[in-house]
């Protein structure tokens, strides 16, 4: 299985206005909960934000896949709901 860093774009905003923002905690989260179906995929670890009242723009997961194609598809597939304004990077470690 190789590594690979998962970079989830999205929008970060002030906790305040929370409807101008799209948020990559949540969209991480979904993420992780989608992938717990799969045995081919292990999530090493997630990370998504550090300040206090800020929603994150940007999400990191670290994980683990032998199925890239795989792991492609379930991105594209979660983000559509969120609209364009997101995106995703998968650099291999």
């Not at 979660?78 to 995703?88: C, D, G, H, K, W």
Request: charged share 25%; net charge negative; glycine share 8%.
């Amino acid at each position: 299985m190789n590594t690979y860093l998962v970079t989830i774009y999205g929008k970060g905003g002030h906790g305040a206005e929370p409807h101008e923002a799209i948020d990559t905690t949540v969209i991480a989260g979904e993420f992780v909960r989608k992938t717990t179906k799969y045995k081919n995929i292990e999530i090493i670890s997630v990370k998504s934000g550090d300040a206090f009242n800020v929603i994150s723009g940007m999400a990191e997961i670290i994980l683990k896949t032998d199925n890239l194609e795989q792991l492609k598809s379930i991105l594209s597939s979660l983000l559509i709901y969120y609209s364009e304004q997101t995106r995703f990077e998968i650099i291999k470690n």
